[in-house]
């Protein structure tokens, strides 16, 4: 048996190994394409990316030529005269070494990206001496060309791949670009097209002598889709220079379909600073900036207590649970009490309803809502879980599943957090009652806040909020199409409507009005903390305002929120009179609130962050900043909106 086994194993062996020979040298073709890989060059076609226009067809970012330099390593002859080749580049012999380590790091034989993203002019120079330098050659790509100097966190940017991508991604090779941020990488795949592939056939002495395979593995490239997005471009521009010397947000949405139609955030920077060979360095200068944190979405990403916006939640809820009606009334005292000397301040005083609770924003009526709500149940727990689960259906304390690659959940809470805050018990409505006035545990970001105004202009429902309004020969996704529907019916929005309508005739906003809009919105205030120098300090108020218009038929509601503005009614109040006005009618005729709003810094309230005096930040200033002045401090502006303004970035730093 043994004399068998071991000639039976050889035989096995052996007709194993000729069946795969054969099949990789016969059958599979392609294989025999990789072991010939020392005597082909695999160069790409890289397709122009996919043009960007706004809702209404302007062009917001096409692109420009661009070259890369590329290298082999192992091809480099000895006798390169580097000094010749760095000068040429307007590169330092350390920034050589750099480069070509980092290339034979990635690999000798293989190309990678020496030098990226040169222009015309710069490449002119080296295209008429390129043969002296044999190992390299150039690749051409394009690059974005940004036709507005707005809408920087819209966009996003493109950037070079990294070597975990390219490890997860077979797509991309070293040196290849990508989109981060913005619609870049919402829709890269759709927007970068595909890449063409030609072999070359190398002779022994390395030289090319044309197609492998008279081309029969080439491929053509691709273009990208051009995408239209539902911005506004008139809109989102002034919205961005009505925030110079401001910091926060602004999200405006069409209701009946959920489209974005602007979406700011200051301070904020020109997208064409990183386009080119100054790309690596601006980004770095932006990413570093730890006061004014310009990378940083405040539309999307900062949580912030809502305010008195919320007090329309509350009223809706308690609608909804039958411990209120329109004709339920509440005495209020310039505030009330309740419990072992706790008192909740409110501007309001004498009998509230809901009417008038809502535009006098009476912290008491509210309150005392939100408490007959949680002790409708008799267990607080199961009260709280019950309105959150109300709360929660206007989009609310989740991601939203916008088509944009960042967001926060805010916070809405749930028996389970106060059950983490108080482990022994003992928590009820008069513990909570916080929540009513949109203060406590409530967090939301600027987009929620407009969302929830959405959902109550359509009395109801929602769709979620996106970007992308078209996109060449494709169909969006289905869920932004789809109706959202809250648990609040629909009877119990026209009061609540009523009264925000007349927070514009006769309540907090009754000095934002604009003639021939029926404006319908809401004032708010939230108290603001932070640590300096170790100690919890109470700062300026944040500024919230939330609107929606017409009245009837709503064509946009808005959100903004001004980190350390004051009132609402001060700031983001008049803000939103002016984008509303904007976007309806496509020009301003309340010029003096455009005055005071451009105007209007708020670079002294941040600079106490720092505890700094506003005069000592403007001298801190880096005189090599990109954004030309961190805090500014405008002249008296005494003209309209046709004047002409400059994006500056005003000096902030974050603080929830």
Known sequence: MRKVLLPSLIIIAASLLVIRVFYLQIVDDSFKLKSENNAIKKQYDYPERGYIYDRYGKLLVANQASYDIMVIPREIKENLNIGEFCALLNITREEYDKRITKAKVYSPRLPSVFLSQLNKNEFAAFQEKIRKYEGFYFQKRSLRDYEVDYGANIFGFITQVNENLIAKNP?????????????EQSYE??????KGVKYIQKDKYNREIGSYKDGRYDTIAVAGEDINLTIDAEL???GEELMINKRGGIVAIEPKSGEILALVTAPSYDPGILVGRQRSKNYTLLYHDSIAKPLYDRGLLAEYPPGSPFKILTGLVALQEGVINEQTTFMCHHGFSY?????????GFGPHQLHNGIYNSCNTYFAQAYMLTINKYGNPGKAVDVWSDHVKSFGLGQFMGYDLPIGKRGNIPTSKTYKKIYPNGGWRSTTIVSNAIGQGEVLMTPIQLANMMATVANQGYYYTP???????GKKIDAKFTTKHVTTVDQKYFPPVISGLFDVY?????YALRVNGIDICGKTGTAENFAKINGKRTQLKDHSIFVAFAPKDNPKIAIA?????????ATVAGPIASLMIEKYLKRKIT??????RVLNKSLAGEYAKLGGMTEASAIESTPKDSILKAKIVVPKPVAVTPKTEVKKIVSDTTKKN
């Open 171 to 183: 797509y991309y090779n070293s040196g290849d670009l990508i989109g981060q941020q913005g619609v």
């Open 189 to 194: 795949e759709i927007l970068r097209g595909i």
């Open 236 to 238: 989102q521009k002034y």
């Open 339 to 347: 419990g072992r000397g706790r008192f909740m301040k409110c501007h």
């Open 466 to 472: 996106h970007i992308i309004k078209k996109i060449e």
């Open 505 to 509: 005739n006769k309540g907090t906003a």
């Open 560 to 568: 903004i929120m001004i980190e350390n503005g004051g009132f609402g």
């Open 590 to 595: 309340r010029n003096d609130l455009e005055v």
